[in-house]
């Protein structure tokens, strides 16, 4: 019994390294729209409390970053950028800049990751709230 709780110890040291590791590798990566238009670039990574699982990002938008929006990770098109430090999304920069605002307190429950979503064309998953 004691080797299946090191075991889970080890394996959650080992997720939460690599978590900082994509968390790095998402710090201030260029976002890209589904055609390649440069939208922004990722200020903030949100993940699910209970599986430290990628949920959201905040973007600030333009050059200047004056506006930040909360972008699900279902509009990613992978979920690391790529070699360039570009993060591509499924979605067009019309959509993305019609994101909601990313919430002040680096904090997005279930319900506004539902509505984060929803603005941007997808619907929700199991277990966020609905309208």
Known sequence: ????VHGEADAGVAAA??????????????????????????????????TAALAAISVALGRLGSRTVLLPAAAFAAPRPDEESHLHLVIDARTARGAIPAPGTLHADPALL??????????????????
């Open 1 to 4: 019994m004691d080797d299946d």
């Open 17 to 50: 390294e690599g978590t900082a590791r994509d968390d790095t590798e998402l710090a201030s990566a260029a976002v890209l729209d589904r055609e390649g238009t440069w939208i922004g670039r990722v200020e903030d990574v949100y993940r699910a409390d209970a």
């Open 114 to 131: 539902a509505d984060a979503r929803r603005a941007v064309g997808l619907a929700p998953t199991v277990g966020e709230a609905a309208p």
